[in-house]
């Protein structure tokens, strides 16, 4: 595998203490923007109940207004009605003063029926002069009714007038107080359309303060920004750690890689190392065959020899060396060193003294 370094997890604790602050940063932006929205949302609801309120006082005064416009309609109607009723009188007056003065007396108008009626009897009529005969019969019969009402006064004129005279001022009076109540009305619509336009002004301020708490544009886009960058810290944090993490499990195999490189390696040079000490053991051991097997206490036997000779006078030793020291080395089969042996004792053997001996008897 490919070397890797080991992880910095110094270097990977400060990158996710800052993404942690600003993580806590943007939390504590967005607390301050909900309880801001929160308080918003209060205040809307009482502005939303006062709106209400509002609406259903302002429903209540156009009610009354649709009241007052209904009870208008009625005067109105019965000021017309007043009206064409006077119309009519007046048409009918008229009528029967035409038709009194068309026909002249009672007696023209029974000639003129009994005249016509006879041609119904014995003429044969087309239709068009049928119908010309029978509305003239109709309007001689309204004139004989006028003129024989008009008899049972002294003058049917001034009968005719006297009675338009009457209903004429019956109906000035009902025109009169018609007309009253009509203005008190308008008056009341008019006070009424005014409190209208005064609450659709507080209902209009109303919603105007609710609005202007509503959420902006800005702020919404503001909080839809801060989410997304929280979640992008959220995932850089998540990579921070999962690369940190990767990166020691890449380390830890490739340590271990090594590690068992490095355990083939020195058994290699283990091996090789017992392969040389192997050999050379069995060198030893061969050398050590070849040997005689008394050499080291031989070697002993020689060393403490020389060392009671030193420790003799010279001349006895030189005898005792000459005459015995050949036959017993010969008859052991071994030969005799002729060097100094390095005393064992530190000098207490005493050769060295007898030296000193022997230059005082020379002296």
Not at 141 to 164: C, F, P, Q, W, Y
Not at 290 to 309: F, G, T, V
Request: include cysteine; glycine fraction near 6%; charged fraction near 40%.
């Amino acid at each position: 595998p490919k070397k890797v370094g080991r992880p910095d997890e110094n270097k990977k604790n400060a990158k996710l203490e800052a993404i942690s602050r600003r993580q806590k940063e943007i939390q504590a932006e967005q607390r301050k923007m909900r309880e801001g929205k929160e308080s918003s949302r209060a205040q809307r609801t009482v502005l939303s109940e006062k709106i209400k309120e509002a609406r259903d006082t302002i429903n209540e005064i156009r009610n009354e207004d649709r009241r007052v416009g209904t009870d208008l309609k009625s005067l109105y109607d019965a000021k017309n009605a007043i009206k064409a009723a006077q119309a009519k009188r007046r048409e009918d007056a008229k009528k029967a003063r035409d038709a009194v003065k068309a026909a002249g007396s009672g007696r023209s108008v029974e000639d003129r029926i009994r005249e016509l009626e006879m041609r119904q009897q014995t003429e044969t009529l087309s239709l068009a002069e049928e119908k010309r005969i029978l509305r003239e019969l109709g309007e001689l019969h309204d004139a004989r009714r006028i003129m024989l009402a008009a008899t049972e006064s002294k003058d049917a004129g001034s009968a005719a007038a006297s009675a338009v005279a009457a209903a004429a001022a019956g109906s000035k009076d009902q025109w009169a107080v018609l007309s009253e109540r009509i203005t008190a009305k308008q008056a009341e619509r008019t006070a009424i359309r005014e409190r209208i336009d005064a609450q659709a002004k507080i209902l209009n301020e109303l919603k105007a303060k609710r609005d202007a708490l509503s959420a902006s544009t800005a702020d919404r886009e503001k909080q839809q920004a801060l989410s997304a960058e929280y979640l992008e810290l959220r995932a850089e944090y998540k990579k921070v750690n999962d690369d940190f993490y990767q990166q020691r499990r890449d380390y830890r195999a490739w340590s271990n890689y090594r590690r068992a490189q490095d355990d083939i390696k020195y058994a290699a040079i283990r091996a090789e190392e017992a392969a040389k000490h192997a050999e050379e053991q069995k060198r030893f051991e061969e050398e050590e065959a070849k040997r005689h097997p008394w050499e080291a206490e031989m070697a002993l036997c020689d060393a403490l020899l020389a060392q009671l000779s030193s420790m003799l006078p010279e001349d006895a030793g030189e005898s005792k060396d000459g005459a015995t020291e050949a036959p017993v080395a010969a008859a052991n089969g071994l030969k005799v060193l002729k060097k100094e042996i390095e005393d064992p004792w530190g000098g207490l053997g005493g050769g060295k003294k007898g030296k000193k001996g022997k230059k005082g008897k020379k002296g």
